[in-house]
């Protein structure tokens, strides 16, 4: 596997498919604005696990996300807790899964 998943946030879609934070390159990554949001550098920004799970949590940014199980989201696309596939998001806090939106 040439990328990581982060195991400390999650998103359920309505699908019930899960959702992880993935690196793409070896980073994490946030977009920060609509124009050129497949750019690295201008739209898309890597970033540290933190400042992504912060991103997204705090500021409603989107990251790239990645399925372990669904084919078709084995690939990574761009999902923020205001997607509209997106159901639930749970925060894992010490070893416990807690239910965030």
Not at 2 to 8: A, E, H, I, N, T
Not at 23 to 37: E, L, V
Request: glycine share 6%.
């Amino acid at each position: 596997m040439s990328y990581q998943l982060s195991d400390k946030i999650k998103l359920i879609l309505k699908d019930d498919d899960v959702l992880w934070p993935t690196t793409m390159a070896g980073h994490f990554r946030i977009i920060t604005q609509k124009k050129n949001h497949n750019v690295l550098g201008e739209g898309e920004h890597n970033v540290t696990e933190m400042e992504m799970i912060d991103g997204v949590l705090n500021k409603g940014l989107a990251s790239r996300w990645r399925s372990k199980t669904n084919e078709k989201r084995k690939t990574p696309n761009h999902f923020s807790l205001g997607s509209p596939s997106v159901r639930e998001v749970h925060v894992k806090v010490g070893e416990v899964w807690v239910k965030h939106k």
